[in-house]
């Protein structure tokens, strides 16, 4: 008797199943299934190891490069072939969280994005955007914020607000809840070197330097004007709870470069 195919384990079903060229089309559809998919995810978009894969998907190494080698022949048949590919089906089950310890965001979001301090679990297409907030404004200290605003956005439209209170977290909780409601994008004024590195662990796009209204902030991130500066960075000591500190707006003309100051804060634009 033959011995039955151990289910593969993959972080989640992929959000879009079919991929079809444009012009004249083969009728030969190519179906890869989600346990492929999922190692040319890990291998191919994280840069994993094979052996880093076959942990993750709680299967051995030998099976990996096997699965691997058939499922780039199939994209590569309907890359050079123009025949459409279809993800579905195969011998896998989903995350239930047990592989953490390998997954460097997705299994873990899996189990949290039910509910995360009362926010609302994200659609299977929408992007969630959060920004550094108070009263209106984009709060310039990331290690401090109080409050997130969520932005939930379909099809480049805004479709929910949330409003998250974080109740004094530092940086490490901080990443850790933008992690568990599964955002994507972090807008922020100044971020300290660990923050960012934390966030470009769990996968969320930062575009750090922003200041004025998080709303209008997010208008210009959907139509590719938002102005930020790839390298900040703040860094602050001995300033208590911080409530009086705005990092990156220190009154100074147009011009100015934070890091010119006492608050420690750099900037290059």
């Known amino acids: 008797m033959a011995r039955p195919r151990k289910c593969r384990r993959i972080c989640k079903e992929p959000a879009y199943d079919r991929f079809v060229p444009e012009g004249i089309l083969c009728q030969d559809v190519i179906v890869l299934s989600l346990d492929e998919y999922e190692v ?4 191919d978009l994280e840069n994993r190891t094979h052996e880093q894969c076959a942990r993750q998907m709680d299967v ?6 096997e699965i691997y ?6 994209v590569a048949d309907c890359i050079v072939n123009g025949k459409p590919l279809h993800i579905a089906g195969g011998s896998y089950k989903l995350c239930d969280g047990s592989a953490e310890g390998y997954c460097r965001k997705t299994c873990r979001r899996n189990v949290s994005t039910a509910v995360c301090q009362g926010v609302q679990k994200k659609g299977a297409n929408e992007m969630r955007i959060a920004v550094s907030y108070e009263n209106g404004e984009i709060f310039q200290h990331f290690g401090h914020t109080s409050q997130f605003k969520l932005y939930d956005i379909e099809s480049g439209e805004i479709v929910r607000t949330i409003i998250a209170d974080m109740e004094g977290q530092g940086h490490g909780a901080l990443t850790e809840f933008l992690d568990g409601v599964v955002a994507d ?20 796009r930062l575009y750090g330097g922003v200041k004025g209204s998080a ?25 208590g709870d911080g409530a009086d500190h705005d990092c990156g707006s220190h009154g100074h003309g147009d011009g100015h470069h934070c890091g010119e100051d006492r608050h420690g804060c750099t900037g290059n634009r």
């Not at 080698?69 to 199939?74: E, M, S, V």
């Not at 994008?185 to 662990?201: D, R, S, T, Y």
């Not at 959907?222 to 500066?229: I, K, P």
């Not at 390298?231 to 602050?236: A, D, F, P, R």
């Open 215 to 239: 709303d209008e902030a997010v208008d210009a991130y959907l139509t590719g004007s938002l102005v930020f500066d790839e390298g900040v960075t703040c860094s602050h000591h001995g300033h």
């Open 60 to 65: 051995s190494r030998t099976t990996v490069t």
């Open 69 to 74: 080698q058939i499922a780039r022949q199939k």
């Open 185 to 204: 994008v972090l807008i922020c004024g100044g971020i300290g070197a660990g923050a960012k590195n934390a966030l470009q662990e769990a996968g969320i």
């Open 40 to 43: 040319i995810r890990l291998i």
